[in-house]
């Protein structure tokens, strides 16, 4: 019997694109986009999304798990391979959530195949680096952030160098035989090649402008998160027409959730129709909100 988690799709350029269906078949389509490092396999509690009606399919961005490499990438590129695979399966209207990383290509998604989404879901989101500059982008980030992207934007050779170092370390700290074994290994199975090229994607220009998306777009970012901090996601929420921003403590993201199950029950709920939960806003919150309108003066 075939694995519906290593499934293989040949693209129009004659790559190889891997992608997980983790069902049921008659759930409402949801397609997820991993961050970075990342592939199929970091899905989020699928069980809990079939139990609200919902199907997850995940997918490796190429250069990740089973997809072929496409060096030279950007965000946008993105659509072509969302689309052949929705095409593939048969489906024709969908939502599309997407983290970290993968927030600006599920916003990629909204610019160009809103026609067939329902709803598109950014979590822990990055905004645009070249719309805000560095000093605006990276001002409420943490150091160690701050070091990574600033290794990240010296190039590619640069990059590779220093993510196959902490790709090593991640691969020494998992516990042989785990769940998390499996999938740090399999996000790099051929390299950090696609780890790369997504961390140079969403610092270059993306090709498409946020103020394109036309789906009704909800963004959940955390008080917390300072990888992603609060700036980022209030800047794409004034820049995507109608975005709802949902800022909590409980959001998924960078930083540890208060309660996993409530989060994702919220997130998929809204894209399959529910309307975004009242969040209760307390002095963190609050804090962040007043420093992220400081960084923007």
């Not at 035989?177 to 696609?194: A, D, F, K, M, Y």
């Not at 009242?278 to 003066?297: D, F, H, K, T, V």
């Amino acid at each position: 019997m075939a694995d519906a988690t290593a499934q293989i799709l040949r693209t129009a350029d004659d790559r190889t694109l891997c992608f997980a269906d983790w069902g049921p078949e008659d759930g409402y389509p949801v397609l997820a986009l991993h961050g970075s490092p990342g592939s199929r396999l970091n899905r989020n509690r699928p069980k809990l999304l079939q139990a609200l009606g919902g199907r997850l399919i995940t997918y490796d961005r190429p250069g990740y798990g089973r997809s072929d490499r496409k060096p030279g990438r950007r965000a946008v590129d993105c659509v072509a391979d969302i689309e052949a695979l929705a095409n593939a399966l048969g489906i024709g209207e969908f939502a599309v959530l997407g983290g970290s990383t993968g927030a600006p290509h599920a916003l990629a998604v909204g610019a160009r195949l809103g026609g067939r989404l329902s709803r598109l879901g950014c979590f822990a989101p990055f905004a645009p680096l070249p719309a805000l500059g560095w000093t605006r982008w990276s001002r409420l980030q943490d150091k160690q952030t701050r070091r990574y992207l600033e290794m990240c934007r010296r190039g590619e050779l640069p990059a590779m160098e220093f993510l196959s170092g902490i790709d090593a370390q991640k691969r020494a700290q998992a516990a042989p035989g785990t769940p998390r074994e499996t999938i740090v290994t399999e996000q790099t199975l051929n390299g950090v090649g696609g780890w790369v090229d997504d961390e140079l994607a969403v610092l270059s220009p993306w090709g498409f402008e946020p103020g394109e998306v036309a789906v009704p777009t909800a963004i959940w970012c955390n008080p917390r998160d300072t990888v992603t901090p609060l700036n980022h996601a209030e800047w794409l929420a004034a820049a995507i027409p109608g975005a709802v921003l949902v800022p909590s403590t409980n959001a998924p993201g960078h930083a540890r959730l208060e309660d996993p199950d409530a989060a994702w029950t919220g997130v998929y709920s809204w894209l399959l129709g529910a309307d975004v939960a009242p969040q209760r806003i307390g002095p963190l919150r609050r804090l962040a909100i007043e420093m992220a309108r400081r960084s923007r003066l």
